[in-house]
C-alpha cells in the first residue's frame, strides 16, 4: 500500500486564509495593519527567493512588509542598529532575520537583539530557552517546527508515547522541533552525524522528522512500515532530465519512501510552505500582542 501524501501547501493555504481573515476583520474594526520587516544581508540565492516568498505571502494576508536589503559586507554594529531601530518603529510586528548570515557576522547577538515582543521566528535565546524548558511557553515558536508540529497533529491523533526520531540537530528545525515533540510526550531520538548504526535507529521511528540537508539520505528500507514521515529537506539537485537541469528533492529516497510510509510530506509541496503559513501567523500574533501593551 501506499502512503497517504500529506499536502502541505493545502494545509498552508488553509493557514494563510485564516490569517488573512483575521487581519481584514482586525483592520476594519479600526486596529494597526500587522507589520514584518524582513533584513536580508548580501546575496544568497535562495535567500533572496525565501524572503521574496515571504513578502508576497504577506501582501496577499494584508500584512504590511518592509524589506531591508543590505550588503554582503554590512558590519555587526550596522546590523545591530538597523535591528534596534526596527525594535523602536511602532509599524513592525515582527523582525525576521533571514538566515544564513554571511560568515563574518555573530548571528547569536543579532538574534538577541529582537525584542522578544517581535521575535516572530523565535530564535531568541530567550524564547528557545522556554521552549526547552518544561511548564514554560515561548512567545513565538520557531516556524518550521511549527509547521511540522501542525502536519503531524493533522496525521495523527495522538503523539503520547510514539517512538519520534529527529535526523539532524539545527538550531532551526532539528533541536526545537525535537523540543516540541517532547512536549507532545513523543518518546524523542536526536540522530546526527556521529549516531552508530543509523538505519537501525531510523526503523525504530513511528514519526521520523528528516532535517539534514542531505538529498535523498534517508532509504526506504529505512522507514517503518506505516510510520509518518515529515521530510523537512529542500535540496537542489541535478537533473539533465528536469526543464531547466536541476530539481528539488527532500532528504527522504521519496519513491522508495512512499511505499513504506503510512503517511508523508512530499519536496516541494509539504513542510516548506508551512514555514511561511506559520511566519504569518506569529506576525500576527505579534501584532495582537502590541494591542494589549
Ligand atoms: N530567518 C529564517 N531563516 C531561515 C528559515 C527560517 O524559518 N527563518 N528557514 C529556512 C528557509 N526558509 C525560510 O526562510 C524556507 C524554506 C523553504 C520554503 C519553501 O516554501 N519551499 C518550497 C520550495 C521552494 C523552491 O521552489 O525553492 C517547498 O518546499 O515546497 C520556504 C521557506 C532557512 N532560513
Given at each position: 500500500m501506499t502512503a497517504k501524501i500529506i499536502d502541505g501547501k493545502a494545509v498552508a493555504a488553509e493557514v494563510r486564509a485564516e490569517v488573512a481573515a483575521v487581519v481584514a476583520q482586525r483592520v476594519e474594526a479600526g486596529k494597526s495593519r500587522p507589520g514584518l520587516a524582513t533584513v536580508l544581508v548580501g546575496e544568497n540565492p535562495a535567500s533572496q527567493v525565501y524572503v521574496r516568498m515571504k513578502q508576497k505571502a504577506c501582501a496577499e494576508a494584508g500584512i504590511e512588509s518592509f524589506g531591508y536589503n543590505l550588503p554582503e559586507d554590512t558590519s555587526q554594529e550596522d546590523l545591530e542598529k538597523l535591528v534596534r531601530e526596527l525594535n523602536a518603529d511602532?509599524?513592525?510586528?515582527g523582525i525576521l532575520v533571514q538566515l544564513?548570515?554571511?560568515?563574518?557576522?555573530?548571528e547569536e547577538r543579532v538574534l538577541a537583539a529582537i525584542s522578544l515582543d517581535k521575535d516572530v521566528d523565535g530564535f531568541h535565546p530567550v524564547n528557545i530557552g522556554r521552549l526547552a524548558q518544561k511548564g514554560r511557553k515561548p512567545q513565538f515558536i520557531p516556524c518550521t517546527p511549527a509547521g511540522c508540529m501542525l502536519l503531524l497533529r493533522k496525521n495523527l491523533d495522538?503523539?503520547?508515547g510514539v517512538n519520534a526520531v529527529v535526523l539532524g540537530r539545527s538550531n532551526i528545525v532539528g533541536m526545537p522541533v525535537a523540543l516540541l515533540l517532547v512536549e507532545a510526550n513523543a518518546t524523542v531520538t536526536i540522530c546526527h552525524s556521529?549516531?552508530?548504526n543509523l538505519p537501525d535507529v531510523v526503523r525504530q521511528a513511528d514519526v521520523l522528522v528528516a532535517a539534514v540537508?542531505?538529498?535523498?539520505?534517508?532509504?526506504?528500507?529505512w522507514i517503518k512500515p506505516g510510520a509518518v514521515v515529515i521530510d523537512v529537506g529542500v535540496n537542489r539537485i541535478d537533473d539533465p532530465s528536469a526543464k531547466n537541469g536541476t530539481r528539488l528533492v527532500g532528504d527522504v529516497a521519496y519513491d522508495e519512501a512512499v511505499e513504506v510510509a503510512g503517511a508523508i510530506t512530499p519536496v516541494?509541496?509539504?513542510?516548506g510552505p508551512m514555514t511561511i503559513a506559520m511566519l504569518l501567523q506569529n506576525t500576527l500574533k505579534a501584532a495582537e500582542l502590541s494591542d494589549k501593551q
Open positions: 511602532e509599524r513592525v510586528n544564513p548570515l554571511p560568515k563574518h557576522l555573530d495522538s503523539l503520547e556521529r549516531t552508530k540537508g542531505r538529498p535523498e539520505m534517508v532509504r526506504g528500507d516541494p509541496g509539504g513542510v
